[in-house]
């Protein structure tokens, strides 16, 4: 009875055991995905307030010279947004795992998990898990969503360029024809925007200068499909510079015959085009752009465990210094395949080395990295002790 009483009772502890295991098991991995899914989320909105900020600044920019109207910001910018969508993700997915396990390390939460009897190789897991559904949204995005965004913001820049000279007035700024013999300028148009007023029109014809200012104008369509601008109750003033002698011309309606832009064939760059119709060509072009596309979701899968061994802090050497080493090492990878993605559309390089050669050597540095890590990691616990 007291052999089957001991017996029953080391059952008993050994179950225990392994259900105390268990919930630490349970408790340590959503402790993790809990700090790095806020983490994330925090740095992908200040990454994408970025994007989107710098973005707008630059098509604002582009509305001010002309080069696009007001209306198209917002489009164009959405469009932008999306393409950049795999990227910034990919970059926050790295910085999450980088920053909680830096954190981890720096308030000491690394030790106590270590004294516990996690091992560093046990955190893959949970940032695996973390990291694979993210990897495969970003492959989504990568290889569907920003292409199509892409196509569609050069279909919408083609369309831009193809307006006519008096389409492309915006007010408040001097526009310049596409053939450099006239300069449109209108201070404001009215409410339903079929009138303008208060147009200057500067033109420049057999060695001869004019100018027209009005005060309203308006674009009409004749019957033979010409258009015109038409403006009413202004001035023409003609004449040669560094003459004083000037034909000043009052009129009540002048037309001026609006140039015809040629509709140019839109023809879609390989970063536009879909990715099956990439997978049936095989030219370089095309093996290039879809290396670039496959590469993002399998490098944010890479840098996502990659950040386990790089997230250590030496408190002798700073705080920020793997941070640092971090960003260089996403900078490198991200160039590398570039790099990569060119030599293949080039033909200097085939293009397996171009699938390949990258991810394989940042996936030997991580299992370098790791190895050195965890055989590090025991002999610190030891001096600890």
């Given amino acids: 009875m007291l052999l089957l009483f001991f017996a029953v009772e080391n059952q008993r502890e050994i179950i225990l055991g392994a259900v105390a295991k268990s919930q630490n098991a349970v408790i340590f991995q959503r402790a993790l995905l809990r700090e790095f899914a806020n983490t994330g989320l925090a740095i992908f909105v200040v990454l994408l307030s970025i994007t989107v900020t710098t973005q707008l600044i630059r098509m604002l920019g582009w509305a001010a010279q002309g080069v696009i109207p007001p209306e198209a910001v917002l489009v164009l910018l959405g469009l932008a947004a999306l393409r950049y969508l795999p990227i910034l993700l990919s970059l926050a997915l790295f910085l999450s795992v980088l ?8 308030d000491s939460e690394m030790v106590v998990w270590f004294a516990s009897g996690r091992g560093l190789a046990s955190w893959l897991g949970p940032v695996l898990l973390f990291a694979a559904p993210f990897s495969l949204l970003i492959a989504v995005l990568s290889l569907a969503l920003s292409p199509w965004a ?11 360029e193809s307006r006519d000279d008096v389409s492309a007035i915006s007010p408040g700024v001097f526009k310049e024809a596409k053939s450099g013999e006239r300069v449109y300028f209108v201070e ?4 339903d925007l079929s009138m303008v007023a208060n147009i200057f029109v500067h033109s420049r ?7 027209m200012v009005a005060a309203r104008g308006r674009a009409e369509t004749a019957d033979n499909g010409d258009r015109f601008l038409v ?12 003459s004083s002698e000037y034909r000043i011309t009052e009129f009540e309606r002048y037309a001026v015959r609006i140039e015809t832009q040629e509709v140019k064939k839109f023809m879609p760059s390989a970063s536009s085009r879909a990715t099956t119709e990439l ?25 996502s465990m990659l950040a386990v061994p790089m997230s250590f802090v030496n408190p002798r050497a700073g705080r920020s210094l793997n ?3 971090a960003v260089l090492l996403y900078m490198v990878y991200s160039n590398l395949i570039s790099i990569s993605q060119s030599w293949v559309g080039r033909g200097k390089l085939p293009p397996l080395a171009g699938w390949t050669v990258v991810h394989l050597a940042m996936t030997l540095l991580l299992a370098v990295l790791l190895w050195r890590r965890i055989s590090v990691t025991p002999l610190l616990r030891w001096r600890r002790s």
């Fill in 231 to 242: 403006l009413l109750n202004g001035r023409r003033y003609e004449g040669t510079p560094g």
């Fill in 99 to 106: 920053a909680s396990l830096t954190r981890s390390y720096r």
């Fill in 323 to 325: 941070i640092i080493l």
């Fill in 205 to 211: 014809q057999n060695e001869r200068q004019g100018v």
């Fill in 188 to 191: 404001k148009l009215t409410s």
């Fill in 150 to 160: 892409v196509g569609k913001a050069e279909v919408y820049r083609s369309q831009l």
């Fill in 279 to 303: 997978l049936a060509d095989p030219s370089p072009g095309s093996q290039a752009e879809l290396i670039w596309r496959v590469g993002i979701p399998i490098s944010a899968l890479i840098l």
